[in-house]
């Protein structure tokens, strides 16, 4: 029987994955993916498995410690109820310089992180795209806001965002179906904050519902097409180009189930693993013609590696009493309510213009607390990291996962400029939450943890506070915003980047790398939405091309 050569090899399933794998095979071409991890469904979440969990959460992730998740398990809001949907630290392990921890938390399943992730959708502007030409730091992107906007329209209307329109130039508006609402402590907070600070903005999440099938819209459509073949438990090792090297012909991969090596064809190969895997893939598929590793031509590929610089606080909100959830989306029998309150890049005086490189993601009123007691509040900042050549993904040359692939090596560290800026953002917290009536329990960071008033976490037993304190710096380092970018990165010139403003490679053009990996700069906000409005773009683009024959 002769092997099937497919138009297009996706390898990965998650947020990428599941819009490339729509994308491609809406535009009528037979596409593969290969998923690392398992097939997953309403079975594999499990109502009954949702015990009630202390805010420390000290003993279910101890727990996963124990049975080989270590670092999945220092993941800022780790839930153990979930801890099937991470990966098994033992047998995907990864190194970091001593002074450089990286936290990598990932999914290996069917969808990958968006089983795990907040699911808040958020538009980025050229405050991200042109940071370069607008405060000299980092780089510029190949592409703009506006090139962009359509196809995030095109995602939101297809995921069913909830939110508001809220009008605020550093974080456009989206096209939602349904009204996100606030509680009555963050109306509250909101009127407070923007009576004394207006340009400082607070606004409702912009989110999506959990799924009830536990697989998006778009993947959903993409299985019904019929032309999209899927592949589970598929360990991808290289990417195989042909003789002259510019040209990508398949991949090598590995059964894990069975340990079964095989070479899978296609025309074209997007690469949607996440930003370390794909860099690592691509750089563990070295041959004569790429001795440096695939398409690395500019020496680039692993360099300028970045997370948002994450800091984290929380405590009460006085003004306020009690809780209330305020999700507007239907409730979930695995999955905890939704929603929350999102303050973008504080404004110039011009009441237009990005005056900070940071911004918070939070919650005011939806913990639990007695009726009468004050509201509490926790609240993740995230700050733009400069993009530095000497943070980068590289091989481990001693060490080797479970399927014989060698382990990444990760150093993504702050610098000197990283500081000031992270200095800042914990300062325009506190003074934020200080200077409505909220009372701080702790506020960290990778600069470290500082308690006030009662201390962090006043009401759990001694043990775990104890706790708490002895691991916080091993929890908050980067890594832990969970925002992971860069090491493939998209530009105007081979000399400089990876992959061309289409996600092309600029050595092998129908090589795509459409996750993360391809972003020029952190930006300041989730970066889920931008990857599938990019993966979207970057299809299309290549389906044009392979059936006009120019790939």
Same mark, same amino acid.
């Given at each position: 029987?002769?092997?099937?050569?497919?138009?297009?090899?996706?390898?990965?399933?998650?947020?990428?994955?599941?819009?490339?794998?729509?994308?491609?095979?809406?535009?009528?071409?037979?596409?593969?993916?290969? +998923?690392?991890?398992?097939?997953?469904?309403? !079975? #594999? /979440?499990?109502?009954?498995?949702?015990?009630?969990?202390?805010?420390?959460?000290?003993?279910?992730?101890?727990?996963?410690?124990?049975?080989?998740?270590?670092?999945?398990?220092?993941?800022?809001?780790?839930?153990?109820?979930?801890?099937?949907?991470?990966?098994?630290?033992?047998?995907?392990?990864?190194?970091? %310089? %001593? #002074?450089?921890?990286?936290?990598?938390?990932?999914?290996?399943?069917?969808?990958?992180?968006?089983?795990?992730?907040?699911?808040?959708?958020?538009?980025?502007?050229?405050?991200?795209?042109?940071?370069?030409?607008?405060?000299?730091?980092?780089?510029?992107?190949?592409?703009?806001?506006?090139?962009?906007?359509?196809?995030?329209?095109?995602?939101?209307?297809?995921?069913?965002?909830?939110?508001?329109?809220? @009008?605020?130039?550093?974080?456009?508006?989206?096209?939602?179906?349904?009204?996100?609402?606030?509680?009555?402590?963050?109306?509250?907070?909101?009127?407070?904050?923007?009576?004394?600070?207006?340009?400082?903005?607070?606004?409702?999440?912009?989110?999506?519902?959990?799924?009830?099938?536990?697989?998006?819209?778009?993947?959903? +459509? *993409?299985?019904?097409?019929?032309?999209?073949?899927?592949?589970?438990?598929?360990?991808?090792?290289?990417?195989?180009?042909?003789?002259?090297?510019?040209?990508?012909?398949?991949?090598?991969?590995?059964?894990?189930?069975?340990?079964?090596?095989?070479?899978?064809?296609?025309?074209?190969?997007?690469?949607?693993?996440?930003?370390?895997?794909?860099?690592?893939?691509?750089?563990?598929?070295?041959?004569?013609?790429?001795?440096?590793?695939?398409?690395?031509?500019?020496?680039?590929?692993?360099?300028?590696?970045? #997370?948002?610089?994450?800091?984290?606080?929380?405590?009460?909100?006085?003004? *306020?009493?009690?809780?209330?959830?305020?999700?507007?989306?239907?409730?979930?029998?695995?999955?905890?309510?939704?929603?929350?309150?999102?303050?973008?890049?504080?404004?110039?005086?011009?009441?237009?213009?990005?005056?900070?490189?940071?911004?918070?993601?939070?919650?005011? @009123?939806?913990?639990?607390?007695?009726? #009468?007691?004050?509201?509490?509040?926790?609240?993740?900042?995230?700050?733009?990291?400069?993009?530095?050549?000497?943070?980068?993904?590289?091989?481990? %040359?001693?060490?080797?996962?479970?399927?014989?692939?060698?382990?990444?090596?990760?150093?993504?560290?702050?610098?000197?400029?990283?500081?000031?800026?992270?200095?800042?953002?914990?300062?325009?917290?506190?003074?934020?939450? +200080?200077?409505?009536?909220?009372?701080?329990?702790?506020?960290?960071?990778?600069?470290?943890?500082?308690?006030?008033?009662?201390?962090?976490?006043?009401?759990?037993? %001694?043990?775990?506070?104890?706790?708490?304190?002895?691991? /916080?710096?091993?929890?908050?380092?980067?890594?832990?915003?969970?925002?992971?970018? @860069?090491?493939?990165?998209?530009?105007?010139?081979?000399?400089?980047?990876?992959?061309?403003?289409?996600?092309?490679?600029?050595?092998?053009?129908?090589?795509?790398?459409?996750? !993360?990996? !391809?972003?020029?700069?952190?930006?300041?906000?989730?970066?889920?939405?931008?990857?599938?409005?990019?993966?979207?773009?970057?299809?299309?683009?290549?389906?044009? +091309?392979?059936?006009?024959?120019?790939?």
């Amino acid at each position: 029987m002769a092997e099937v050569t497919f138009d297009a090899l996706i390898v990965g399933s998650g947020a990428s994955g599941s819009f490339a794998a729509h994308e491609l095979s809406a535009q009528g071409l037979k596409v593969l993916q290969l +998923e690392a991890g398992p097939e997953i469904g309403p !079975a #594999d /979440f499990d109502p009954s498995a949702n015990p009630r969990q202390s805010d420390i959460n000290l003993w279910q992730r101890a727990k996963a410690t124990l049975l080989g998740q270590g670092v999945q398990a220092r993941a800022a809001f780790f839930d153990g109820r979930m801890r099937h949907l991470f990966i098994n630290d033992r047998k995907n392990p990864y190194s970091t %310089p %001593p #002074d450089a921890p990286f936290v990598w938390i990932r999914a290996r399943q069917a969808g990958g992180r968006t089983h795990v992730f907040g699911r808040v959708l958020l538009r980025w502007t050229d405050d991200d795209f042109k940071v370069q030409s607008r405060t000299g730091r980092g780089v510029d992107w190949p592409i703009d806001y506006a090139e962009l906007a359509p196809f995030y329209e095109e995602v939101e209307r297809s995921l069913e965002l909830y939110g508001q329109v809220d @009008g605020v130039p550093t974080l456009p508006d989206s096209a939602y179906a349904h009204r996100a609402e606030l509680t009555g402590a963050e109306l509250l907070f909101k009127e407070a904050v923007e009576a004394r600070w207006p340009e400082r903005k607070v606004v409702t999440w912009r989110y999506i519902g959990p799924e009830p099938t536990r697989v998006l819209r778009p993947m959903r +459509e *993409a299985i019904a097409s019929g032309r999209l073949d899927i592949r589970y438990n598929t360990v991808v090792r290289k990417v195989l180009t042909d003789a002259s090297g510019t040209r990508a012909i398949g991949v090598e991969a590995i059964d894990t189930q069975t340990g079964q090596m095989t070479v899978l064809h296609a025309r074209s190969v997007v690469l949607c693993a996440s930003p370390v895997e794909s860099v690592r893939l691509m750089l563990n598929s070295a041959s004569p013609a790429h001795q440096q590793g695939l398409a690395n031509s500019s020496g680039t590929l692993g360099r300028y590696f970045m #997370d948002q610089l994450p800091c984290v606080a929380a405590g009460t909100f006085p003004p *306020a009493k009690g809780w209330s959830t305020a999700d507007t989306a239907p409730a979930d029998s695995f999955y905890r309510p939704s929603g929350g309150i999102y303050l973008p890049r504080f404004l110039e005086e011009d009441g237009v213009t990005a005056g900070t490189d940071f911004a918070y993601q939070g919650s005011v @009123g939806r913990s639990r607390t007695a009726d #009468d007691g004050p509201s509490r509040f926790s609240f993740f900042g995230y700050g733009a990291m400069v993009p530095d050549a000497e943070n980068r993904i590289t091989l481990d %040359p001693r060490r080797k996962d479970s399927w014989g692939v060698p382990i990444p090596h990760i150093r993504c560290k702050i610098g000197p400029e990283d500081e000031e800026t992270l200095k800042r953002e914990i300062d325009a917290l506190v003074e934020t939450v +200080e200077g409505v009536g909220g009372e701080l329990e702790f506020v960290g960071s990778p600069l470290g943890l500082v308690e006030k008033g009662r201390g962090a976490y006043p009401d759990a037993d %001694p043990f775990s506070r104890l706790a708490f304190r002895t691991l /916080f710096g091993k929890t908050m380092v980067m890594g832990a915003a969970i925002h992971e970018a @860069g090491g493939a990165r998209m530009g105007s010139t081979k000399t400089d980047s990876v992959l061309n403003r289409w996600n092309q490679s600029w050595d092998v053009p129908n090589l795509l790398v459409t996750d !993360a990996s !391809a972003f020029a700069g952190s930006g300041v906000s989730g970066t889920t939405l931008t990857i599938m409005a990019m993966t979207v773009r970057a299809c299309r683009h290549l389906a044009a +091309e392979l059936k006009s024959g120019q790939l």
